[in-house]
């Protein structure tokens, strides 16, 4: 089969970054997933006004087409009103000053309610700080685990019952202890946020525990052989040798850590009513209006492509890093 032969600049580059590639596969890499999201759009479509419900009928792609466009318009209007608010108030403290230099002036936060596109970032940062907690515990934990077959025994139950918890059962707790512990008058976060993000960390951390006792578990004893002739102590050992035969192990339980982290985000979300995404579905969902169904509809697309686009960039960090995939 002959290699890709074209006078097209990117396909010249792709030719010259991916030599083996032909035609036809690119052909196919291209064409078949867009024949494939053609299809849905066309079946989804044609079924759609089929399907009746108190609100109406569930929502084409037309209207949720239409409907994030209003969603980003009402961001927009959201943005120009803080950004008229905070003028206001640098326009008076500025007045204030001019009569009063020794004033005390401050800027207060733009009260108005969070638009979807803060409630993307706010799931995002929620996400991410409970991964990277989830991921301090899990892969230290891991190491210890993997290297001491004692301590493995001795932890392999408790990870077996608190492995398949739902994240509906952790969060109750995690909301009255969270509540009875977290007490400040000036608290650096919001208990909220700190109740997401602990009940994301104790449903995600166990495939990154598990994968990386595993893969530690199954380095190769000649190396650990040579680590005992040479007598390397136990965090050199760890280090040099363990770890870097155990991270393509480690990250693929990262990847999967952080996709549960995402889908246990959103639930906590919706049930706990915390920021964010899921607490957007929830209140489109009580609002009931004729347009909840396609806003809730642009939330679950956006949810799945930003899952798949975390899983992606996961996907690029681990080829990287894991150097003999």
Not at 253 to 259: D, E, K
Request: with cysteine; glycine share 6%.
């Amino acid at each position: 089969m002959s290699t890709l032969t074209t006078s097209n600049p990117l396909l010249q580059l792709i030719r010259r970054r991916y030599p083996d590639v032909t035609g036809k596969a690119l052909l196919q890499s291209v064409t078949l997933p867009v024949l494939g999201i053609a299809l849905f759009l066309v079946a989804w479509q044609l079924i759609a006004p089929q399907i009746n419900t108190s609100l109406g009928n569930f929502p084409t792609p037309a209207n949720v087409w239409e409907q994030a466009g209003a969603l980003w318009q009402e961001h927009q209007n959201e943005q120009d009103r803080a950004a008229k608010f905070i003028e206001m108030q640098e326009t008076r403290n500025a007045r204030i000053l001019a009569e009063n230099p020794d004033a005390e002036t401050k800027i207060r936060p733009y009260p108005g309610a969070p638009t979807f596109f803060d409630q993307i970032g706010t799931s995002l940062v929620t996400v991410l700080a409970g991964f990277a907690l989830a991921t301090l515990i899990a892969v230290p934990l891991g190491i210890l685990i993997g290297l001491n077959r004692y301590f493995s025994a001795a932890a392999n139950p408790i990870i077996q019952i608190f492995k398949p918890v739902s994240p509906l059962a952790w969060l109750p707790l995690v909301t009255m202890v969270v509540s009875a512990t977290y007490v400040s008058d000036d608290p650096m976060f919001e208990k909220a946020f700190i109740t997401s993000m602990i009940t994301v960390t104790l449903c995600s951390l166990w495939p990154t525990l598990i994968n990386t006792s595993t893969g530690v578990a199954q380095v190769n004893p000649d190396l650990v052989n040579v680590s005992r002739v040479l007598r390397l102590p136990f965090w050199t050992h760890a280090r040099k040798v363990v770890l870097p035969a155990a991270v393509p192990m480690i990250f693929t339980g990262l990847r999967v850590s952080l996709g549960i982290a995402w889908m246990v985000l959103i639930a906590a979300e919706m049930l706990a009513q915390n920021p964010g995404l899921g607490k957007f579905v929830w209140d489109e969902f009580q609002n009931g209006s004729s347009d909840s169904l396609s806003r809730i509809m642009v939330a679950v697309l956006t949810i799945g492509f930003i899952g798949y686009v975390l899983d992606r960039v996961m996907l690029v960090i681990q080829k990287k890093v894991a150097w003999d995939e």
